[in-house]
């Protein structure tokens, strides 16, 4: 195949190029696998050193920029004695003048490319079809004409410029002049370079605007100084210059003026302020002998008969005095604010601390009159007049027993449904959920920090396991809180409390809620508290002890022998005594196999060693008794057997078999009324010697099964 005519001009190039796009490129020759031994070029000869240097390029002359007169305008001005830049050459001046040529600098050929560095030749084309033949240009005519110019007339000439060798300048008194100098040096080490020295002088250029000649004659003439001796306007009296104070008008004058303004009515002249002083004066004390203030010789004179009246100012302007009955009571206002708390001492701990602030302040908000049910609001005024969180939090605790009621008929009938904060402060009625969520809600309100613990309580429907029966799962339907309260006492500052069952007792089905206030859940140790809660969250439990105990201890803990007694809430904690004290600690007592040297010992003390019945107690401690069949006659009501007390302790040994047979109870009771009065303050040898003779009443603490 004959070699294909490559193309020479860039019409053929682009033409070539298109139609490679549309067929597409040539079909190159499959590939070979062959191994090739390439061969190492040799490397191209230098190029040959120049024979003769190019001539030097002749310096033109240079010029001043700008020129010393310039009809330009003063912003196209440059900086003096600068070379200009000359413009290029252009075509029409090369042709005119063929010398300027050689004094353009020649432009260095382009170096020729190396034989390794050649454009490589393109493979020949294996596409015989000859190249599709471009479309016809539609467009043959020549380009349209410009339209004939219509407007004739010659354009105005312009005005005739003005020589710039002329100075025109304004009159003025002064001349001004410039002197330009210039030094240009450059290095004489260069072949090209000269150095010049111009020093000139040189008038301002004829676009600077000049002051005008000075003329005295043509300045305007000042004002006539004013004489000393001018007549002053008429109807004005000349001041009298004095050393003091300014000048006033004559008396004259001011009666004139004065007829022309309304002026106000004079002041009234005043009186004699020391004719009034020495009538007030008290006449003076007759003098006595020195000696007379030690022997007492002489005696007193008498008293005068009517005190000496005190001059009243005049009424008139001077309102009528405050009558007292209107003025606020002082002392009132006092009382009816809360008192301040008592800080904690080294003899008072959080179980016989003094509340009574707190409890009093929380009655003064009842729920049916709160202006609003904003819960932030409430906290607010729950908690600001107590600057002790302890006093806050227990605030807040007494208020949820006087305003929230258990709902014992969503209870019992299985329709609890969830609750929050402000519906519980709505309607008042809550289960344990209801009440942990309203307290946490007006804590955190208040800057405390409080949490809502979930988990087990052994409270109303629980029952003990019986001996030997399985330990149950883990299950949760009670909830409590946790408030962080630093100036408790509490070991890890963290309290456990239950509002729910601080707040009243559920009786039973059909039966109505008991409000009863036990303030014993919110002073209860935590290691107390956790012997009837178990949290779901096992870190929540905040012992003393820091140990966490498990379920199985917890729930096995009342199940079988290990049973406690049963415990009526209603004389224990508000009577100041620790339920954990009340021995014997097991349910069953057993009889049937006591010998009759056994003996059981009945015994519990106060809350704490602090606790005192006058200062935290409701008053004097009650006279507390054990009620068994075997210790009397019960036809005679001799059947009680009274304890023996310290005053911070009670106890008795009873012999075991004197208790009575299985099947029988043995009850601890508080004797509450005591022939016809109140129980309280009567002593153990008056119930002794009177026993069986006066009625009495009594309330239960707690009760134990014969085995």
């Not at 105005?156 to 020589?163: M, T």
């Not at 060798?165 to 090209?192: H, M, P, W, Y």
């Not at 000393?228 to 003026?257: E, I, Q």
């Not at 010789?297 to 009517?306: A, I, K």
């Amino acid at each position: 195949m004959a070699e294909e005519v490559r193309a020479t001009s860039i019409q053929e190039r682009i033409a070539a190029l298109k139609l490679n796009q549309v067929v597409g490129p040539p079909e190159s020759p499959p590939p070979s696998y062959e191994l090739s031994v390439t061969t190492k070029k040799a490397r191209a000869p230098p190029p040959p050193l120049p024979t003769k240097r190019p001539p030097p390029d002749v310096r033109r002359a240079s010029a001043n920029n700008p020129p010393l007169q310039s009809n330009a305008p003063a912003s196209s001005n440059t900086i003096g004695n600068q070379p200009a830049v000359l413009p290029a050459p252009q075509m029409q001046d090369l042709r005119l003048d063929p010398s300027m040529k050689s004094r353009t600098p020649n432009i260095p050929s382009r170096p020729s490319r190396r034989t390794s560095e050649q454009t490589p030749v393109l493979p020949p084309r294996t596409n015989t079809a000859p190249s599709p033949a471009l479309p016809p240009r539609t467009n043959t005519s020549n380009s349209p004409s410009l339209p004939p110019q219509t407007n004739t007339t010659q354009s105005p000439s312009l005005p005739p410029r003005r020589p710039s060798e002329q100075d025109t300048r304004r009159g003025s008194s002064e001349s001004v002049s410039s002197t330009i100098s210039a030094l240009s040096s450059v290095s004489g080490i260069s072949s090209k370079t000269a150095r010049t020295s111009i020093s000139q002088a040189s008038e301002v250029a004829s676009n600077r605007i000049k002051a005008p000649a000075y003329d005295p004659a043509s300045l305007p003439l000042l004002p006539p100084k004013k004489q000393k001796d001018d007549v002053r306007s008429a109807g004005r009296a000349p001041l009298k210059p004095t050393n003091s104070s300014p000048s006033v008008l004559p008396a004259a004058v001011s009666v004139s003026n004065a007829s022309k303004r309304n002026l106000p009515p004079p002041l009234p002249v005043r009186g004699d302020s020391r004719a009034e002083q020495n009538s007030l004066q008290q006449p003076a004390l007759p003098k006595r002998s020195a000696l007379s203030f030690g022997m007492n010789t002489e005696t007193s004179p008498p008293l005068p008969g009517e005190r000496p009246k005190s001059i009243t100012p005049d009424p008139v302007g001077i309102p009528p005095p405050v009558p007292l009955s209107s003025r606020p009571n002082l002392a009132a206002l006092q009382a009816s604010k809360p008192r301040p708390p008592i800080a904690p001492t080294s003899d008072v701990c959080l179980k016989c601390r003094d509340f009574s602030a707190a409890d009093n302040h929380a009655t003064r908000f009842p729920r049916s009159s709160l202006p609003s049910t904003d819960i932030a609001w409430l906290a607010q005024q729950l908690t600001t007049p107590f600057s002790s969180p302890t006093d806050q939090a227990r605030c807040i605790f007494t208020w949820l027993h006087h305003n929230i009621s258990y709902n014992v008929d969503a209870f019992f009938s299985h329709t609890v449904k969830p609750s929050t904060p402000a519906s519980t402060l709505q309607s008042g009625l809550a289960v344990c959920e209801g009440y942990a969520g309203l307290f946490t809600a007006l804590a955190t309100h208040a800057g405390l920090q409080s949490l809502v613990i979930g988990g087990h309580g052994k409270g109303y429907g629980h029952t003990a396991l019986a001996a030997g029966a399985p330990c149950p799962p883990q299950s949760s339907g009670h909830a409590w809180n946790a408030v962080f309260l630093p100036d408790s006492g509490t070991p890890g500052e963290w309290k456990l409390l239950d509002c729910c069952w601080g707040a009243g007792v559920v009786q039973g089905p059909g039966q109505p809620y008991r409000p009863l206030f036990n303030p014993a859940q919110f002073t209860m140790d935590n290691d107390d508290f956790g012997a009837s809660h178990f949290p779901s969250d096992r870190e929540r439990q905040y012992r003393a002890d820091g140990r966490e105990i498990s379920w199985e201890e917890y729930i096995l803990s009342d199940a079988g022998p290990n049973a406690p007694p049963q415990y009526f809430d209603g004389y224990i904690e508000p009577e100041g005594l620790r339920r954990a004290s009340i021995e014997p600690r097991t349910r069953d007592i057993p009889v049937s196999r006591a010998m009759s040297c056994h003996h059981t010992r009945f015994r519990f003390g106060m809350v704490c060693p602090h606790w005192t019945a006058a200062r935290n107690g409701p008053g004097p401690v009650y006279v507390f008794v054990l009620k068994a069949p075997g210790l009397g006659d019960p036809s005679k009501m001799r059947d009680f057997m009274v304890l023996d007390t310290d005053g911070r302790q009670w106890w008795a040994e009873v012999q075991t078999q004197r208790l009575g047979k299985p099947g029988d109870s043995v009850e601890l009771f508080a004797v509450t009324s005591w022939d016809g009065r109140d129980g309280r303050g009567v002593s153990v040898e008056e119930f002794r010697r009177r026993q069986g003779t006066v009625g009495m009443a009594w309330g239960a603490l707690a009760r134990w099964e014969l085995v």
